[in-house]
């Protein structure tokens, strides 16, 4: 994102920072034993609460911060959805303006003071999509081609079961469930950007509840040699208006072209 080139890391960070619900912990695997992917995946889900209430809970406003301490840059993030349908996030750069980002209706779109709007196609759009439909959520076949383990590693201190993910959209990635309690602790891969393929890489450093809700409130991401923190401090779980989701003038403008 510095030197003037915003990477939009809200909708690179929000598959994991949706809020969601715990109920039941987990109960821990053998670090020496590499579990069949799709059980690593629903063990997670568990820990959470479950499919159905993961989708209740898909619905309000997450307050934080977006910030690059190397950079000096510390800004205020909001994040408004409903459902995996309608989704708007805005980082608010000081001195420099809002960069916004958004899914809705099937309309994936950014735009920023850099690089003013943009509708989002191609792997751009899919990977956009498929980071927040409940079937992508759980890797099913409607999304998700092969799922493979890779092993264990270690992230934030604590070891994790490695898989690595095939997307139908052609895209590859993998994730890092944690030994003792199953909750997602990293996941990466090559992210579509106006710059071409980077390689990210996502550490969630901390779950935490917000409004009887637990949820990753501490994610980092690397990429380009940088370090990009995702802090989120509130949740307020009434359903945003309408008025909330109307696509900016601009982005109306593409779509009339």
């Avoid at 898909?58 to 800004?75: D, E, K, R, V, W």
């Avoid at 309690?181 to 935490?208: C, F, H, N, R, W």
């Amino acid at each position: 994102m510095m030197k003037i080139r915003p990477l939009h890391p809200t909708l690179l960070a929000l598959a994991s920072a949706m809020p969601l619900m715990a109920k039941t912990p987990a109960s821990a695997t053998d670090s020496t034993t590499s579990p069949e992917p799709h059980a690593l995946v629903e063990r997670h889900i568990q820990a959470l609460g479950g499919m159905e209430d993961i989708q209740k809970s898909q619905t309000g406003t997450l307050t934080g911060t977006f910030s690059m301490p190397a950079a000096g840059i510390n800004a205020p993030m909001t994040v408004s959805f409903s459902s995996h349908e309608k989704i708007i996030s805005k980082v608010e750069l000081p001195g420099v303006g809002a960069i916004q980002s958004g899914i809705i209706d099937g309309t994936v779109w950014m735009m920023d003071p850099f690089q003013g709007p943009r509708l989002l196609e191609g792997s751009e759009r899919a990977q956009q999509l498929e980071s927040y439909h409940p079937d992508a959520i759980r890797r099913l076949p409607s999304f998700v081609t092969e799922m493979s383990s890779a092993g264990t590693a270690e992230y934030n201190g604590k070891r994790c079961h490695k898989v690595n993910i095939k997307w139908k959209s052609g895209r590859e990635s993998w994730d890092c469930y944690a030994v003792d309690d199953g909750l997602l602790l990293a996941s990466g891969g090559k992210t579509s950007s106006p710059m071409g393929e980077i390689e990210v890489t996502t550490v969630i450093k901390q779950y935490g509840e917000l409004s009887g809700h637990k949820m990753p409130v501490h994610s980092e991401m690397q990429m380009m040699g940088q370090t990009q923190v995702l802090k989120f401090t509130g949740f307020d779980t009434t359903p945003p208006g309408d008025e909330v989701f109307t696509l900016p003038p601009a982005i109306q403008g593409l779509l009339k072209k």
